[in-house]
């Protein structure tokens, strides 16, 4: 498993070196997520068996924008879930700060309990809603904000804008079908492919 992550990064672009324990800790949280998934729901079954390429692969495609900015830069991810692309890229991105808000209490219970299994000093986690997380600490204070089937390209961007610094990235996940809009100036989009799908997905980013 370890030369399949370290190639797929490679493949991705990855500039940085992997060690061994990240690999460990991807590989621990594919066992994690399968592990509550059990009595929690919190991927679907089907996608059990594609766990990698659906899920935390997917989520690392952000890699290709955050790598690129500065060691010490914060990330807000809005409606984290069931931790992706969150974790993924906490594990891959030690240094840099990761905030989360999530609304429902259950789910943040898991992530907790994600962040202790994984040791993840550089995650903060707070539950509620993205509209009450905002305040004069948190308003345009993110160098990025990132989210992933959270709701539409325009509410999520409104929400994102809050919380980013004057040149700071909004990172987003799509399928085509927002792609009318996505296309579109200001926006900017990179498109990738899962190993067991033809349809084409997109990261997309929007400067503020």
Not at 22 to 39: P, R
Not at 83 to 104: A, D, Q, V
Request: glycine content about 4%; overall charge positive.
């Amino acid at each position: 498993m370890k030369q399949i992550i370290e190639k797929k990064l490679e493949c991705m672009g990855f500039k940085k070196t992997i060690h061994n324990d990240q690999i460990e800790k991807l590989i621990q949280l594919s066992d994690l997520t399968l592990k509550w998934n059990k009595k929690n729901n919190l991927i679907s079954k089907d996608n059990e068996k594609i766990i990698w390429e659906r899920h935390i692969f997917d989520s690392l495609e952000a890699l290709k924008i955050l790598q690129n900015g500065n060691n010490n830069d914060s990330i807000l991810d809005m409606g984290s879930g069931t931790g992706f692309p969150l974790i993924p890229l906490t594990i891959l991105f030690p240094n840099l700060k990761f905030s989360s808000i999530e609304p429902r209490e259950k789910r943040v219970r898991i992530l907790r309990q994600f962040k202790r299994d994984l040791n993840l000093k550089n995650l903060k986690l707070n539950i509620g809603k993205a509209e009450d997380y905002l305040s004069k600490l948190t308003a345009n204070s993110f160098d990025f904000v990132s989210s992933r089937a959270l709701g539409n390209l325009n509410e999520d961007w409104q929400r994102a804008n809050s919380f980013l610094k004057e040149g700071g990235k909004f990172i987003t996940f799509k399928s085509s079908s927002e792609k009318d809009i996505f296309n579109q100036t200001p926006w900017e989009s990179i498109q990738y492919n899962h190993l067991e799908d033809s349809e084409p997905y997109y990261l997309v980013t929007r400067e503020k």
